[in-house]
Every structure is written in structure tokens, then in C-alpha cells.
């Protein structure tokens, strides 16, 4: 059984003479809003003219500090700007469930045969509806099980976290079968992920004090990563870039 170590040498066996493309890739993709952190993040941001450390574990806060607070008077400013980021998060939600799925197939493709493309991005907007729905549908369930505490909704995250990849593999699938699948895939395994993001610990560190800079190149290297994690376990038989 393939460890932590593993799965970071098969993404940087990969991502050899691709580390250009994989980062332009990761850029537009981020843009787009479908690259999300699922496991620990440290963070330094400025806010107020204030620095601001925060450490994440998804989209879990587990430790911050803020400083300063908006001005008075701005209330009926603050209400159409809420407006418009409104619609924006709405349409930001909608491009990033599909390129998250594309995102996917990229990384997919990279660690299998090596010869990912960038018009992967694209084409999954025929199938925006079950993109959307999946991811949508995601996070309400990881949203219902954090309200019973943080660790629900961690051990959910764990548990949808191979959708993107079995949309990518089958784009017409229900969002409930998808998830369903996600879930029968994960048992046994969520140990193995959570160990797999953690071993990035040092990376994210050191990514931290160049202000998220270090980004570009470490987001790239997890998720192809990930990737080779979740062919590990569909198809244990390959060997890629071994």
C-alpha cells in the first residue's frame, strides 16, 4: 500500500518539465474559484493596514488574530457592495464547481500518462448541472455535519473529498451517486489522506512566510498528489511514474 511519500514523489515525477503549465493551470483555476483548501492552511494577510496569522483546517478557522474594524457610516455602501458580492459568490460558485472538476482531470491525466492538457478546464461545461449540484450539494452536507462540532464536518470533508475526480471520470452521474461513490471509496482511506495533507505541514510553513507567494508552486504539487492518491485507490494495478 502506497504511503504519504509516495504519492509526493509520483506528483514530482509528474510535474518534471510540466511545473509551467501546471501553475498557469493552478492560476486559472484559482481565478476561477475552483481550488479550495481541505486540509491544514497557514495563512499571514493584511487587513486594516493590521497583519493578520491565521491557521485553517478546510474551511475551518482554528486559530486567527484580527485587528481594526470598518469605519462608521458606511452601512449603505457595505449594503450594495453585499449585493454585488452576492452575485458574484453565485457566479464565482457556479465557474469553480466546474473547474474543479476539470481541475481534476488535468491532475488526473498528469500523473497517469503525463500528458495533461489545459483545455480540460473547458470541458466540462456541458455538464455544468451536475457539477454545480454535486458541489453544492457537498457542501451542505459538510455544513449540516459541522453543526454538530468541527470533527463531523472534518471526517465529511474526508468523505466527499473524491467527487471532483469521479465527476471528471463520469461527468453525467447524479450529485447523490457521486457522493455516495465518494463515500464508499473513503472508508478505510481518510486516515491516508488526512496523513497526505498533513505531511505537507513544512511546505505550508515555509509557504506562509513568503505571504502565500510559495502557493503557486505548492497548490500545484498537492493536487497532483491527491491525484495520484485517488488513482491509487481506483487503480491500484498502475504504477505511475514509479
Known amino acids: 500500500m502506497r504511503v504519504s511519500s509516495d504519492f509526493r514523489r509520483i506528483a514530482r515525477n509528474a510535474l518534471?518539465?510540466?511545473?509551467?503549465?501546471?501553475?498557469i493551470v493552478c492560476i486559472i483555476v484559482s481565478f476561477l474559484g475552483g481550488v479550495?483548501?481541505?486540509?491544514?492552511?497557514?495563512?499571514?494577510?493584511?487587513?486594516?493596514?493590521?497583519?493578520?496569522?491565521?491557521?485553517?483546517?478546510?474551511d475551518n478557522t482554528l486559530y486567527s488574530t484580527k485587528y481594526g474594524?470598518?469605519?462608521?457610516?458606511?452601512?449603505?455602501?457595505?449594503?450594495?457592495?453585499?449585493?454585488?458580492?452576492i452575485i458574484y459568490g453565485i457566479f464565482k460558485f457556479v465557474l469553480g464547481s466546474i473547474a474543479k472538476v476539470g481541475y481534476a482531470r488535468f491532475n488526473m491525466e498528469l500523473v497517469n500518462d503525463g500528458s495533461p492538457r489545459y483545455e480540460n478546464l473547458l470541458v466540462y461545461f456541458p455538464h455544468w448541472?451536475?457539477?454545480?449540484?454535486?458541489?453544492?450539494l457537498k457542501t451542505v452536507k459538510i455544513?449540516?455535519?459541522?453543526?454538530?462540532?468541527?470533527?463531523?464536518?472534518?471526517?465529511?470533508?474526508?468523505?466527499?473529498?473524491?467527487?471532483?475526480?469521479?465527476?471528471?471520470?463520469?461527468?453525467?452521474i447524479k450529485a447523490s451517486e457521486a457522493i455516495e461513490i465518494s463515500t464508499t471509496l473513503m472508508q478505510g482511506n481518510k486516515w491516508r489522506l488526512f496523513c497526505l495533507e498533513f505531511s505537507f505541514i513544512g511546505w505550508d510553513i515555509l509557504s506562509a512566510f513568503t505571504l502565500g507567494i510559495g502557493n503557486i508552486f505548492l497548490t500545484p504539487y498537492k493536487e497532483a498528489a491527491k491525484a495520484a492518491f485517488y488513482m491509487d485507490i481506483v487503480k491500484p494495478s498502475l504504477a505511475p511514474f514509479e
Open 69 to 85: 474594524f470598518l469605519p462608521a457610516g458606511i452601512g449603505i455602501i457595505a449594503g450594495g457592495i453585499a449585493i454585488m458580492a
Open 143 to 172: 455544513f449540516l455535519w459541522s453543526l454538530l462540532f468541527v470533527i463531523p464536518g472534518i471526517i465529511a470533508k474526508y468523505k466527499y473529498a473524491l467527487t471532483d475526480y469521479i465527476l471528471a471520470e463520469t461527468p453525467d
Open 16 to 23: 518534471r518539465n510540466k511545473w509551467l503549465m501546471a501553475i
Open 36 to 58: 479550495n483548501s481541505e486540509g491544514l492552511e497557514i495563512k499571514f494577510t493584511l487587513e486594516a493596514h493590521h497583519p493578520v496569522f491565521a491557521i485553517y483546517y478546510g
Open 129 to 136: 448541472k451536475s457539477a454545480v449540484c454535486t458541489e453544492f
